[in-house]
């Protein structure tokens, strides 16, 4: 089967991305607006970008012809905070992904803590094993055809300033035991992955 991109429509192509490329993480994204009110969401297209610094990017469409909420929130802050996804809050996360009006707090909504954090104004979640504190480096602008019409999907890049890491999942090294942490992944719309079956492979020295 060949796919030529130029003759599929807006769901295929996202499915097409979003499934050859997997399994993404899903990152859960807690952000603070303007009138201080707290905001969380999911996001899939998200990867690490670099290590030193440590810069993660998330890609953050839009919806009815507007920013989404967590893009607003960002652009207002310079700042968000990552919270990793276990499988003991998917449910709870996948429903912050539901349409709330803006000034709507998700976490509340759905049973879970919003707490401060140490250096960044939006908040962390508890119940995530691991949060990752991040400041705003940049957002690239990207034009995409969305049902309602061409809007700027904002691919946004942060610069992880400090991690909390439940004693639970680090190491005595100062890591994080992905074995324990359990991360859940997507692999499809709706369809997630139990990736804990791992199995070690390095490239031979050539
Ligand atoms: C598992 C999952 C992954 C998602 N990934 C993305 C994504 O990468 N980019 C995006 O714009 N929306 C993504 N969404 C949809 C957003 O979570 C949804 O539009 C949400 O309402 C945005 O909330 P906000 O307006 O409060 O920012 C995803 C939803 C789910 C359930």
């Known amino acids: 089967m060949k796919l030529d991109t130029s003759k599929m429509g807006r769901i295929e192509l996202h499915d097409l991305v979003g499934t050859a490329i997997s399994p993404l993480p899903v990152v859960f994204i807690s952000t603070v607006g303007k009138d201080g009110t707290y905001n969380a969401a999911p996001f899939a297209f998200a990867s690490p970008v670099c290590s030193r ?42 429903q912050c992904s539901a349409d709330y009006p803006y000034g709507v707090d998700e976490m509340k909504e759905n049973g879970l803590t919003a707490v401060k954090s140490d250096l960044v104004k939006a908040p962390r979640i508890a119940e995530a ?13 990207i034009l995409e055809d ?8 904002g691919l946004v890049m942060g610069e992880v ?44 020295r050539v």
């Open 53 to 94: 610094p440590p810069i993660i990017c998330i890609s953050i469409g839009h919806r009815g012809g507007e920013r989404k909420h967590t893009l607003k929130n960002i652009e207002f802050s310079h700042d968000f905070v990552i919270n990793v996804v276990d499988e003991a809050i998917l449910s709870r996360a996948v």
């Open 129 to 141: 094993k691991v949060n990752l504190e991040c400041k705003l480096v940049q957002i690239v602008d």
């Open 146 to 153: 969305y049902k309602d019409g061409i809007g700027l999907r």
């Open 161 to 204: 300033l400090m991690a909390h890491v439940s004693d639970d999942v680090a190491t005595p090294e100062g890591g994080i035991d992905p074995r324990r942490l359990k991360a859940v992944g997507r692999i499809a719309s709706g369809v997630y992955i139990r990736g804990w079956e791992t199995f070690e492979l390095k490239a031979r």
